[in-house]
């Protein structure tokens, strides 16, 4: 089993939709989570951290759910802009604590 | 602040060629880390150094090296490329455990 395991998508939304994307981890002892986008031959950035207790940052909300090793994220009223790829990210615990990717999920966010 | 930079944006090589990826960050952080990024695959750990003065292999270091030349640098080198070099590579850093990533721009690589 993958570490860290995405739905590719690709989801294709209409504006103002709301779009939910999931992430499974492999590996209970994880600490740290994180939700990255990437846009085409960009470099990942950092949309939020994931906190025990759900956080929200604007229209975006990520939850962790420790005991089923699952992490989502929520985008109320989707943008054009919020078009590109998200990836779940995990730490690791060996290899000094390093991220550990996930392949992505593709969103496009259509007019 | 640069952040995270990395050189070359682009190399072209033929099979068997060497060459040096150049990172350096300037937020001080602790932790510098090489990626490459191949379609399908997502983001795969090459080397990582945890602090200066060490490097450790991550999930793919066949056919790499690293050196981290000091606190600020932390190079990539390939000794005699292949073609299943031809990659993305991202070069990040952060300060600490648990901390998010930083990443540089991208060098994007391709080996004939």
């Known amino acids: 089993r993958k570490e860290v395991e995405q739905d590719p998508g690709p989801f294709n939304v209409p504006e103002g939709a709301t779009v939910a994307f999931n992430c499974t981890y492999s590996n209970s002892a994880s600490q740290s989570f994180f939700w990255y986008r990437q846009d085409c031959r960009k470099e990942p950035k950092l949309l939020m951290s994931?906190?025990?207790s759900g956080n929200e940052d604007g229209r975006f909300t990520a939850q962790l759910n420790r005991a089923s090793q699952y992490i989502s994220l929520l985008i109320r009223d989707s943008k054009l802009s919020d078009s590109a790829t998200y990836l779940c990210v995990v730490s690791r615990l060996n290899s000094g604590y390093a991220l550990n990717f996930g392949k992505g999920t593709s969103l496009l966010v259509t007019p | 602040n640069a952040g995270v930079t990395q050189t070359p944006k682009f190399q072209v090589l033929k099979t068997g060629q060497s060459m040096t990826l150049q990172c350096a960050q300037d937020?001080?952080?602790?932790?510098m880390y090489w990626y490459r990024q191949d379609p399908g695959m997502g983001l795969r750990l090459i080397y990582y150094?945890?602090?200066?003065?060490?490097?450790d292999k991550g999930e793919v270091p066949n056919g790499y090296n690293v050196s981290r030349l000091n606190k600020r640098e932390f190079s990539l080198r390939l000794e005699s490329a292949a073609p299943s070099q031809t990659s993305v590579y991202f070069c990040?850093?952060?300060?600490?455990?648990?901390?998010?990533?930083?990443f540089g721009s991208g060098t994007q690589l391709s080996v004939l």
């Open positions: 994931v906190y025990s």
């Open positions: 990040a850093s952060r300060t600490g455990n648990n901390e998010k990533l930083f």
């Open positions: 150094s945890a602090s200066e003065g060490t490097t």
């Open positions: 937020m001080n952080h602790n932790s």
